[in-house]
């Protein structure tokens, strides 16, 4: 089957790939020339695991290419997938720009009958939207459905999440259209994977609603916390003994910085605003967006209070930029909310992330972009963990306290068993957690102390 993917950002790019894994004729089209001749000659614009080896296996077997000719691609295709970004409006709601100019191509070279896609996650109403605009562009000549397939990709794990998903949704009420979308997922629908198959609004609806629950289940551990750190309890324990209850289940119960991402600061503002356009107020997806916002103001506190109550003219070591292992992604991302708190502070940064730092240049080229973990802690104050790498939670210990200025360990994910630091010899600051260790002169003493000059 002939498959046109608009878009080779992010999703539509893995989308693509995966679905030319499973034996489908995809042709991948993009606005951007550098990046389809990237694309092209087999360099990958995105960090994801598996995903550069499987885009070139499947061009190589002539099931993928890239082009940025959108008429040939649309007329050639018996299905259409739209994955074109939908970036935040200042208001919150979704910028459907981009949805809309495809839309409208389509029936502007439509010649037979389609079946038009949107992998992009949108607000409810969209699927009316671009059948409206295909059908005025096409002035009626052809047959199409309009089908709503949202994507439950996570950054890191993409791969695996297309391949082995925990539901596929089709919003359609087109039996043709919705025939074809079984036979592009059949190697899913022979591993019994479910299938919802609903109207195109409620598929709309599933993706928001699935974000916008995640989000919350986020922020409420990220407030438990908060509430464990002033009565001396443990967040770890509150949350295993909340995670066995059937009910709620352990998923996205640990304790961090906040949530950030593409996904989940954008979708709930979107169903927040959605829910605004009809008049109603989504109560507690608005108390979960002022939560998470207080939770990543908290964080450059929790480094103020660990050296003693003043950042200025601290050197500041930090792991990880990106706002999730695996990924390069720093948008939203919490570690540079951390970074701009610390900023503001006066600060001096040292930073280290293993796929993000070229991004991060971008926006902060004031910091210090180091090598690894120990050249970030060479004379730092304080050593913060911002995100939770695999190469972090087996950091060399005592080698890092011989390279810091203090033994000092602000951890904002919760890597480490307190138990150990103290061992390591580390006084030892986490989320949700009693602080732990020997208390010591702070930065500002030692700067007045002969060692330095007070700003």
């Not at 036979?183 to 899913?188: G, R, S, T, V």
């Not at 180091?370 to 050593?383: E, F, K, N, T």
């Amino acid at each position: 089957m002939k498959i046109c993917v608009v878009g080779s950002g992010y999703v539509g790019l893995v989308t693509g790939a995966c679905l030319a894994d499973f034996g489908m004729d995809v042709t991948g089209v993009d606005i951007d020339h550098a990046k389809v001749e990237a694309l092209r000659n087999g360099k990958i614009p995105i960090f994801e695991p598996g995903l550069a080896a499987l885009v070139l296996r499947n061009m190589a077997d002539e099931r993928l290419r890239f082009t940025t000719h959108l008429e040939p691609a649309i007329k050639e295709a018996q299905a259409i997938f739209i994955a074109v970004g939908t970036p935040p409006r200042p208001d919150g709601s979704a910028d459907l720009k981009y949805i809309h100019d495809v839309a409208r191509s389509i029936g502007q070279h439509i010649n037979g009958y389609k079946v038009i896609v949107t992998k992009s996650t949108v607000p409810t109403g969209t699927g009316q939207q671009v059948e409206e605009l295909v059908r005025e562009q096409s002035g009626g000549k052809f047959e199409f459905a309009v089908v709503s397939n949202p994507e439950f990709l996570r950054e890191g794990s993409a791969i695996e999440d297309f391949r082995h998903p925990d539901r596929v949704v089709i919003g359609s009420k087109d039996p043709r259209a919705i025939e074809m979308m079984m036979k592009i997922y059949e190697p899913l629908k022979n591993r019994d994977v479910p299938f919802v198959v609903t109207d195109v609004e409620s598929a709309e609806l599933i993706k928001y609603a699935s974000n916008g629950f995640l989000a919350t289940k986020i922020s409420f551990i990220n407030e438990i916390a908060a509430l464990c750190e002033s009565w001396g309890a443990d967040v770890k324990v509150v949350a295993r003994g909340m995670g066995l209850d059937s009910r709620i289940g352990p998923l996205f119960l640990n304790p961090g910085p906040g949530f950030g991402g593409s996904c989940f600061p954008k979708d709930t503002r979107a169903v927040s605003q959605i829910a605004r356009q009809k008049g109603l107020k989504f109560r507690i997806i608005d108390a979960v967006l002022a939560a998470n916002d207080a939770t990543k103001a908290r964080m450059p506190e929790k480094i103020r209070q660990a050296l003693g109550g003043a950042t200025q003219g601290c050197t500041v070591g930090l792991l990880g930029l990106s706002f999730k292992p695996d990924t390069d992604d720093i948008r939203e991302s919490p570690a540079l909310a951390v970074v701009d708190g610390l900023l503001a502070d006066g600060a001096i940064i040292r930073a280290y992330d293993p796929e993000a730092m070229q991004e991060s240049r971008k926006e902060y080229p004031q910091l210090t972009y180091c090598r690894d973990p120990y050249d970030v802690a060479d004379g730092a104050d304080v050593l913060v963990i911002a995100t939770e790498w695999n190469e972090f939670r087996a950091l060399e210990w005592k080698r890092l306290k011989g390279l810091l200025a203090q033994p000092l360990v602000v951890d904002l994910r919760n890597l480490y068993e307190p138990s150990r630091m103290v061992e390591e010899g580390f006084r030892y600051i986490s989320i949700g957690r009693p602080e732990v260790g020997e208390q010591f002169a702070t930065t500002a003493d030692r700067l007045t102390d002969g060692s330095g000059d007070a700003e």
